[in-house]
Structure formats: structure tokens, C-alpha cells
């Protein structure tokens, strides 16, 4: 198990390093940089507001952004609370590693000592390698160059894709997936940077609201909610 | 300066949002609509990043290089490759596309 909750950690931990290069390829400083992934520490809001500002957005539809697609993570913690069962004082500073990986890793633990250090080993080993590989990826960019002549540009997209690829289980996600798509694009010349994908947003609210009106006819997903693992 | 603005609303945000779920009671997030709007949110903010910044330019629609990337990457996803896998193959056909074209 502990081995498992190492893997995960490294793997993704990984991934830090295209952050990294991103984010200072979208003009971001070291300092700026590193503090994303010191303070922010989710994988997919970092990307998002680098990726806006790089777009010219201001920072609150920016952050706004970031802040919409962080906001899974209050999910995650409601069901690793009840597994951990971690004393008050613990849990503002167990917060900040309630995220993807480390719930996928928890969740599955038999015992709630084995969910504490599972908990525990993928929050540390993620956070100290997340952290490393920023500043490595930053200084690495740096000495790149032009970034885009790399074709480090693609990087921040193919992770959004990464994400959303085992989200599209059935119909609902991918009629909004496309919707959302439509209204980004379509939005784009029209409304200031930023603006589009917040508006795209709407097609979760949306989609579901139709498929309610639809009955019960149109599919087959679960009401469990987002799933651990699926995001970054 | 607004970048510093920008990265302090995020961080306090999204901690705010992870020390939500492990301090309010169960019970208050568990509402199914509340969760599926939770699930579905995520779904819809990926795939207009994802054509934002594969397709955007400023505030004008571009295909380019990284068109060809991200098209690379997908294929690489419908072949179950590694996450950075995943991200690499997107980066090096877009140096690629962008050197010869």
C-alpha cells in the first residue's frame, strides 16, 4: 500500500515539471510560479490560471476560473473526513493535500489506519515532489528560451484533455463536454479573455436541467458524484 | 502585480474549498444534484480550456500547430498512453508541425 501511495506520488509528481515550464512560458516569475504550486496546490486550477493570464485575462475571471474547477476538492475532503476521522486541530493543515490523488489512494484503504498513512505517504511524497519539479520545470524553461519554438504551448491543453478524457463516461459529460466547447469558441471573439470559459461553465447547469426536463430515458450515470482520480 | 492578485484569490479559494469538505457536516454536499453539478462542473471548465488554448489567439480563432498536437495527444489518450506521455507527444508534434510548416 505504501508502495502505491510512492507511485502515485512520483508519477504525478512528475507532471510538476510541466507545470513548471508552462507557467513560465506563460510569463509567470520563478517566485510566482513556485508559489502556485506551494499555495494553490491543485494540478488543474494551476494550469487554468496560468493559461488565462497568459490569454490577457484579468486576474478575478482568472482566479475565478481556477477557483471553479478547485472547487471539487470540497467533495473529496466530505468523504476522506469521515474515513480519517481527523482530530480539529489536524484538519486545516490536512486540507491542503485534499486532492485528486490523494483521495483516490484513501478511499479504497480497509482500515482507517491504512487510510491515515495512505493519506498521509501520497500527501507528502506529492507535495514535496508537485513543489521540486515547479522550480526544476521553471528554471528549466528559462534556460529554453522561446518557449513555443519547443512546442511547450501544447503542454497546457494536452493536460486539460488528460483530465477530461476518463471523465466522458456517458452521454450527460459529453453532450456538456461539447457544448462547453461550442459556447468557449464561439464566445471567444465577442466577450474580453476569460470571459468564455466561465460562460462555458453554464453548459454543466445547463445540461442537466434539459436532462431532467428529458425524464429519465436519456442515460445512465451515477448520482455518486465526481470520482476520485479523474482530475489532474 | 494582477498576477499576484490573481495567484492570492486562487490559493485562498481552493484551500478554502478543501477545508470545506473535511470541516461542514455530511449531509449539507451530499444533495445529488448538488454532486452531480459538482462532477459535471469540472467536465464543462476542461473542455473549454482545452479548445481555448488549443484554438485561441488573443481573441481570435487560430489553427495552427498546436492543433496538430493536441491531435496527438488524443490519439495517445484513445491508446491508454501515461499521463506524460500524454503531454509529451502533444509538445513534440507541436515543435514539429511549428518547424516544418
Redesign the interface.
Known amino acids: 500500500m505504501v508502495r502505491d501511495a510512492l507511485g502515485v506520488g512520483i508519477?504525478?509528481g512528475?507532471?510538476g515539471f510541466?507545470f513548471g515550464v508552462t507557467s513560465a512560458g506563460s510569463g509567470?516569475s520563478l517566485l510566482?510560479t513556485c508559489?502556485?504550486s506551494l499555495?494553490?496546490?491543485?494540478g488543474?486550477?494551476?494550469?487554468?490560471?496560468v493559461?488565462a493570464?497568459a490569454?490577457?485575462g484579468?486576474?478575478?475571471t482568472?482566479?475565478a476560473?481556477?477557483?471553479?474547477?478547485?472547487?471539487?476538492?470540497?467533495?473529496?475532503?466530505?468523504?476522506?473526513?469521515?474515513l480519517l476521522a481527523?482530530p480539529r486541530f489536524l484538519?486545516?493543515l490536512?486540507?491542503?493535500w485534499?486532492?485528486d490523488e490523494t483521495t483516490a489512494v484513501t478511499l479504497p484503504q480497509p482500515t482507517r489506519r491504512a487510510a491515515r498513512i495512505g493519506f498521509t505517504v501520497t500527501g507528502l511524497t506529492l507535495y514535496a515532489l508537485w513543489n521540486l519539479t515547479t522550480l526544476v520545470g521553471a528554471l528549466g524553461a528559462k534556460a529554453l528560451g522561446d518557449t513555443?519554438?519547443?512546442?511547450?504551448?501544447?503542454?497546457?491543453?494536452?493536460?486539460?484533455?488528460?483530465?477530461?478524457?476518463p471523465?466522458?463516461k456517458s452521454t450527460?459529460?459529453r453532450v456538456?463536454?461539447?457544448?462547453?466547447?461550442l459556447?468557449?469558441?464561439g464566445l471567444?471573439?465577442l466577450l474580453p479573455?476569460g470571459a468564455?470559459?466561465l460562460v462555458?461553465?453554464?453548459?454543466?447547469?445547463l445540461?442537466?436541467f434539459l436532462k431532467g426536463r428529458g425524464g429519465t430515458t436519456t442515460d445512465d450515470?451515477t448520482?455518486?458524484?465526481?470520482?476520485p482520480g479523474e482530475?489532474r | 502585480m494582477n498576477i499576484w492578485i490573481a495567484i492570492g484569490l486562487t490559493a485562498v479559494g481552493c484551500y478554502l474549498a478543501k477545508l470545506l469538505g473535511l470541516l461542514v457536516p455530511a449531509g449539507v454536499l451530499e444533495r445529488p444534484l448538488v454532486q452531480r453539478l459538482a462532477a459535471l462542473m469540472p467536465v464543462a471548465l476542461l473542455a473549454a480550456l482545452t479548445a481555448q488554448q488549443t484554438f485561441a489567439d488573443g481573441q481570435q480563432l487560430v489553427l495552427d500547430a498546436r492543433a496538430a498536437g493536441l491531435a496527438a495527444a488524443a490519439l495517445a489518450l484513445v491508446l491508454r498512453a501515461p499521463f506524460l506521455v500524454v503531454v509529451g507527444v502533444a509538445v513534440a508534434v507541436t515543435a514539429v508541425a511549428r518547424a516544418l510548416f
Request: proline share 6%; no cysteine; net charge neutral.
Open positions: 508519477a504525478v512528475l507532471s510541466a509567470l510566482q508559489a502556485l499555495f494553490v496546490f491543485t488543474a486550477s494551476q494550469f487554468a490560471l493559461g493570464l490569454a490577457g484579468n486576474p478575478y482568472a482566479a476560473g481556477a477557483f471553479f474547477l478547485g472547487i471539487r476538492n470540497a467533495f473529496y475532503g466530505l468523504r476522506l473526513s469521515q481527523l484538519r486545516p490536512a486540507a491542503q485534499v486532492i513555443d519554438a519547443w512546442g511547450l504551448d501544447a503542454a497546457g491543453p494536452a493536460v486539460f484533455l488528460a483530465l477530461l478524457a471523465m466522458l450527460t459529460e456538456t463536454a461539447g457544448l462547453a466547447i459556447l468557449a469558441l471567444l471573439p479573455a468564455p470559459v462555458s461553465a453554464l453548459a454543466a447547469p445540461v442537466l450515470t448520482t455518486e458524484g465526481t470520482k482530475g
